[in-house]
């Protein structure tokens, strides 16, 4: 079974300019969430979906960042325009339900580097 | 070895020896409990999961203790092998809600 997918692996972009990363969860998981992990840090969720639904954006930047899951299945974040602080790496995760116990898997991560 | 999570971010273990990584929780209200390894250039992987109703769970290897009086809860892993090198972090996933906090996490690293 193919896990979650994320894409690109690595983006270097230079301030103020735009940039998007792309997921591809697990099949059949309904729930999706996007992460950002700064060095040395653990991740901190950023949104959540239920579906095409955003449950819980509250912890997203919504004046730079916005994240759609059109089809309940991919999601792209963009960031726009990028600030120096947003340097870390954006993973994404799916679980099979939004349920407490529904393990979260998580793909690779971008690393993205703004200079 | 063992290390206070938070405060010592970083053990080191030789290959063989038992190897205890310990975290500290905030909500005491938080009911489950996770641990998680991420090896660089990986996302988090899951290692084992325990619920607040329960003070200790062994899986393979691996055993997770959670002290609740204290919001502390550690992962033991027996005979530590090379393979176990890469970063330990705790979750804590807080009642009426699905996102996980995480902890800053603890560098493992096995010398042989």
């Known amino acids: 079974e193919a896990g979650v997918v994320q894409s690109p692996r690595y983006k270097i972009i230079e301030k103020k300019q735009p940039v998007a990363f792309w997921c591809n969860p697990i099949?059949?998981?309904?729930?999706l969430y996007w992460y950002r992990q700064n060095l040395g840090q653990g991740p901190e969720l950023l949104i959540r979906?239920?579906?095409?639904?955003?449950?819980?954006d509250s912890q997203l930047p919504k004046d730079r960042f916005s994240a759609e899951r059109l089809k309940g299945v991919d999601s792209t974040l963009k960031i726009q325009p990028a600030e120096l602080g947003d340097s870390a790496v954006y993973l994404c995760a799916s679980s099979l339900a939004p349920g407490l116990y529904n393990e979260q898997f998580f793909g690779p991560g971008t690393r993205l580097t703004v200079l | 070895g063992e290390s206070v999570g938070l405060h010592l971010p970083t053990l080191s273990v030789q290959e063989g020896d038992n190897s205890i990584i310990n975290c500290a929780y905030s909500?005491?209200?938080?009911?489950?409990f996770i641990w998680y390894k991420q090896e660089s250039g990986k996302g988090p992987q899951f290692i084992i999961d325990?619920?607040?109703?329960?003070d200790k769970r062994q899986g393979q290897r691996v055993t997770v203790l959670l002290n609740k009086t204290v919001k502390h809860l550690s992962l033991q892993i027996a005979a530590t092998q090379p393979g176990d090198s890469a970063v330990y972090f705790c979750a804590e996933n807080p009642p009426a809600g699905y996102a996980l906090n995480f902890g800053k996490g603890t560098s493992l690293l096995v010398t042989p």
């Open positions: 979906y239920e579906n095409e639904e955003a449950v819980d």
């Open positions: 099949s059949g998981h309904n729930t």
């Open positions: 909500n005491s209200a938080s009911d489950y």
């Open positions: 325990i619920r607040s109703n329960m």
